[in-house]
C-alpha cells in the first residue's frame, strides 16, 4: 500500500562521522562514538540519519574520493564496528540512509590504477579518456574559481581523463554496462548490511553520457530506472535520495513517468528562493518556486532543507535577487564561494533566534520530507577561516569542556569552534539540554509537531490568499484533516485575514499557543502575526492534537 511509504512522514539527520564524536581519542570521529549519539538523536526525534561517505579514503575531497566501496575508512572504525551501529540505531527505530558516489572514484582506486595501464587493461573503460586534449578542457566545472579542467592528461595512460570534479576523482563511465553492474554490487552489499537506502551523490553527472568536445552531454534516465529496479528487488522499502540541483520542468525524468525513478529529491529550487524570501520578506518568489515544484507523483517526494555540508547554492536565483541574498547574508567576499553562493552555517547567516526558528518551522511545514543538519539544531556557527566548504564542518559542541566534548585529542580533524559567540562554551547540546527555553528544545518540539502533522508528507496543499504580500499561508489536505501554517518573513507585525468557507473549518486550534479561535459573523479570521512570526494550525475540533508551545496570541 502507498500508505506504507515511512519516507513520507520521516525527520532526516544529517551528519559527517568524522566530525561527530570521537571515542578512540585520535581526533577524528567513528561508529563508537555515533553509537554513543544514538539515544540523543533518538531523544530529539529524529528517525533516519543520513551518513556522509565513511569508506575508505585519501580525504582529499571530506571522503567523496573513496578508494573501497566495500568498507570502513580505518579512522572511523571497523566493517564491526558498522554493523554494531546498525544493530544499535535498528533497536531505537533508526533508519540509516548512506551516501552513494559512483559519479566518480579516487584517483588512488585499484580500479583507476589499473586504468591507467592503458586500453589493454581491463578497467581502461570503466573511465573517461580522449586520447587528444578535448577543445572543452577547462569547461564545465563543478567548482569554478578552484578547480582548473574537467580534462587532465595523465602520463602513463597517455590520455586524457574526464573528471567532473577535482582532478583526483576520475568520472566512472557509467555507460559501461560492467560499472552499472559493479555499482549494483555495491548497493547490494550494504542493503545486506541493513542500510534503509542512499543519498545519490550528483545524479546528473551520473547520468550523462559524455563525449570530448561536446558541452551538452545525453542524459540516460534509463540507468536511474535500473538502479531503482534493481534497490526494489533486493529491499522492497529502500529509497533513493537523489542530489540533482535542476530546473522545476526537469525534474520529472528523475521521479520517472510512473514513479519509477528515484523517491525523493533535494528541493534546490525551492531551497533558493526561501533565502531569498528571508533576505526580502518577499513571498512571490517562493510562491512561485512552489507551485513550480507541485503535482509529482503519488511516490515520489521532495526532500527540504535550509544547510548542508556544501555552500548555500543561488545559481538559480536572478542576479538580482543573488545580489539581495548576498548582501543580506554573505556581504563580505570571504563568505561566498564559486561565484554562486554562501559557506555559512544557519544561525550566523540569519543572526538572530526570531529568524532561525522561522526558517526551521518554515522548512519543516514545506511538502515533504525534512532534512537538518548536524548542529543546526543548537545553533553552532561556522569557521570561516577555514577553506572553502570546511567552514561548515566544524566538530559537533557537545559540552564547554575541552575540545567540545567531541573527543580528547590535542589536534582534531577539524578546529572547534573556541571564539566569539558561536564558541563550544556558549553554544552545546549539555547546556541546551537543560536550558527549557534553549533552540535544541524548541527543536524537538518543532520535530515532534512535525511528526503529528502528516497532512505535510502526504496530503494536497495550495497557497492561501493573505493580502499580506510578507506572509506565506499554506493549506494541507489528507484524509479529511486540515492544516493551515503562517509565515511572517517581516521586521513588521501584521494582522493577517483568512476566509475560510468550509464550514468544518469555522474553528482554528493553534497548535503552538493552547488558542482556539472562532469565526465572525462573515466567515473571516484576524491572526495576529509577530514580526518573524509563525502559525500552524489544525481545522475544526481537533483538540486531542493539540501540541503546546509559547508562540503568539490570535484574535477574534
Avoid at 590504477?113 to 586520447?131: L, P, T
Avoid at 583526483?168 to 541493513?194: C, T
Avoid at 526558528?357 to 520530507?369: D, Q
Wanted: hydrophobic fraction near 35%; glycine fraction near 8%; charged fraction near 25%.
Amino acid at each position: 500500500m502507498i500508505e506504507d511509504l515511512w519516507y513520507k512522514n520521516a525527520v532526516i539527520y544529517s551528519l559527517d562521522l568524522e566530525t561527530f564524536m570521537d571515542v578512540n581519542g585520535d581526533g577524528v570521529g567513528d561508529f563508537e562514538g555515533l553509537c554513543r549519539r544514538l539515544d540523543y538523536l533518538n531523544s530529539l526525534g529524529v528517525d533516519t540519519v543520513w551518513l556522509a561517505p565513511f569508506q575508505p579514503s585519501p580525504n582529499k575531497d571530506n571522503g567523496y574520493d573513496i578508494s573501497d566501496y566495500y568498507g570502513v575508512d580505518r579512522r572511523h572504525g571497523s566493517s564491526g564496528d558498522f554493523v554494531e551501529f546498525m544493530h544499535q540505531a535498528k533497536k531505537r527505530g533508526i533508519k540509516v540512509i548512506m551516501d552513494l558516489v559512483v559519479n566518480h572514484t579516487s584517483d588512488q582506486h585499484p580500479w583507476f590504477q589499473e586504468a591507467r595501464n592503458g586500453k589493454g587493461s581491463r578497467y581502461y573503460d570503466w573511465y573517461v579518456w580522449s586520447e587528444e586534449k578535448p577543445s572543452n578542457w577547462d569547461e564545465g566545472m563543478v567548482f569554478p574559481g578552484v578547480q582548473k579542467a574537467t580534462w587532465t592528461y595523465d602520463k602513463k595512460a597517455g590520455a586524457y581523463f574526464f573528471h567532473r570534479f577535482f582532478e583526483h576523482q576520475p568520472d566512472l563511465n557509467m555507460d559501461n554496462p560492467e560499472v552499472r553492474a559493479e555499482v549494483y554490487k555495491i548497493m547490494g552489499f550494504w542493503l545486506e548490511l541493513g542500510v534503509a537506502g542512499f543519498r545519490v551523490d550528483a545524479v546528473p553527472f551520473i547520468l550523462e553520457s559524455t563525449v570530448p568536445g561536446k558541452d551538452q552531454h545525453k542524459l540516460k534516465f534509463e540507468y536511474l530506472r535500473e538502479m531503482r529496479r534493481f534497490l526494489q528487488w533486493r529491499q522492497g522499502d529502500a529509497v533513493l535520495l537523489g542530489e540533482a540541483n535542476v530546473l522545476p520542468e526537469e525534474t520529472q525524468p528523475y521521479f520517472g513517468e510512473e514513479g519509477d525513478g528515484i523517491h525523493l529529491m533535494f528541493n534546490f529550487y525551492v531551497n533558493q528562493h526561501v533565502f531569498y524570501t528571508l533576505a526580502t520578506a518577499d513571498t512571490e518568489p517562493l510562491v512561485k518556486a512552489l507551485e513550480a515544484t507541485k503535482g509529482l507523483f503519488p511516490t515520489a517526494q521532495w526532500a527540504q532543507f535550509l544547510r548542508n555540508h556544501d555552500e548555500l547554492d543561488l545559481g538559480r536565483l536572478t542576479e538580482e535577487q543573488r545580489q539581495k541574498v548576498f548582501a543580506r547574508f554573505g556581504p563580505e567576499k570571504h563568505m561566498q564561494l564559486y561565484d554562486r553562493g554562501i559557506r555559512r552555517r544557519l544561525s550566523p547567516m540569519l543572526g538572530s533566534r526570531q529568524q532561525t526558528e522561522l526558517a526551521y518551522s518554515l522548512m519543516f511545514s514545506l511538502p515533504g520530507t525534512p532534512v537538518i543538519r548536524y548542529g543546526d539544531e543548537i545553533g553552532m556557527g561556522d569557521d570561516l577561516t577555514l577553506e572553502e566548504r570546511d567552514a561548515v564542518r566544524t566538530p559537533m559542541q557537545w559540552s564547554d569542556d575541552t575540545q567540545a566534548g567531541f573527543s580528547t585529542a590535542k589536534k582534531l580533524v577539524h578546529p572547534i569552534i573556541s571564539e566569539g559567540p558561536y564558541s563550544y562554551t556558549h553554544v552545546n547540546t549539555e547546556e541546551q539540554r537543560r536550558n527549557p527555553e534553549s533552540l535544541l528544545n524548541w527543536m524537538t518540539s518543532l520535530i515532534r509537531l512535525r511528526k503529528e502533522c502528516p497532512e505535510i508528507g502526504w496530503g494536497d496543499w495550495q497557497i492561501l490568499q493573505t493580502d499580506t504580500p510578507q506572509v506565506l499561508a499554506m493549506h494541507y489536505h489528507w484524509k479529511g484533516n486540515s492544516l493551515i501554517v503562517l509565515h511572517n518573513f517581516d521586521v513588521q507585525p501584521h494582522e493577517v485575514v483568512l476566509n475560510l468557507k468550509q464550514k468544518q473549518e469555522e474553528k482554528l486550534i493553534d497548535l503552538m499557543a493552547n488558542y482556539k479561535s472562532a469565526v465572525d459573523e462573515k466567515g473571516r479570521h484576524y491572526i495576529t502575526m509577530e514580526a518573524y512570526g509563525y502559525r500552524w494550525f489544525r481545522t475544526g475540533d481537533l483538540s486531542h492534537l493539540l501540541h503546546r508551545g509559547k508562540k503568539g496570541n490570535s484574535k477574534q
